[in-house]
């Protein structure tokens, strides 16, 4: 026969198990919380590496929105147009998806652009022909080189779950438009 007291001592052991382990469960759903929409959010406080994410992803974007919306007018190239018309799509989706992000942790984005991002859409506005071509091609490859370097750091340094799931899922998106970029800057050398 088996050990007299065998699953006992089984039965005390995983409730020993199960009460030193509900502490940990109770704090990482408290963590992570559903939202009336379904949506997953995170209730861990914001690093100020999150809150710099948040608003220079903001801002990138909405110079990127800007200039493509220039490079659908000025550009005389249907390809660069294309992309452009890309840019604008899939930027406009990941600012809303952005501006969601950042109400439901209570951040405000910055509502204008800077100083920089301002003076290199002037910059831009100001060319005509190849000139904006080439600019244009170079301000987006930059740009892109810049956050998806950006989002990748984000995806691994972040412990904000909404902030890495923004990230993660964004970042597809900025590679595909990263390549395309490099393939105008190289047709159009600055």
């Known amino acids: 026969m088996g050990k007299p007291g065998y699953p006992a001592i089984m039965l005390v052991g995983l409730m020993t ?7 940990s469960l109770v704090a990482a759903d408290d963590m992570v919380r559903k939202t009336d929409s379904g949506m997953t959010t995170s209730t861990q406080p914001m690093t100020e590496g999150d809150l710099t994410f948040m608003e220079k992803a903001a801002e990138d974007g909405r110079t990127e929105i800007a200039a493509a919306q220039l490079a659908e007018v000025k550009s005389s190239d249907p390809t660069i147009r294309q992309f452009a ?12 998806k952005l501006e969601k992000l950042a109400q439901g ?3 405000t984005l910055p509502a204008s652009l800077d100083t920089a991002h301002q003076s290199e859409l002037d910059a831009l506005r100001s060319a005509n022909g190849k000139e904006f071509d ?4 170079k301000m987006v490859a930059d740009a892109h080189a810049g956050a998806v370097a950006l989002f990748n750091r984000t995806v691994k340094a972040t412990r ?8 993660s899922t964004t970042l597809p998106d900025l ?5 395309l970029a490099d393939q105008l800057e190289q047709k159009y050398p600055s």
């Open 175 to 179: 590679k595909a438009h990263r390549a």
């Open 160 to 167: 904000d779950t909404d902030i890495k799931l923004f990230a």
């Open 17 to 23: 198990l199960a009460a030193l382990l509900a502490p």
């Open 105 to 107: 942790k209570g951040v």
């Open 85 to 96: 018309q890309r840019i604008v799509k899939d930027h406009t989706a990941a600012a809303q």
């Open 134 to 137: 080439a600019q244009y091609s």
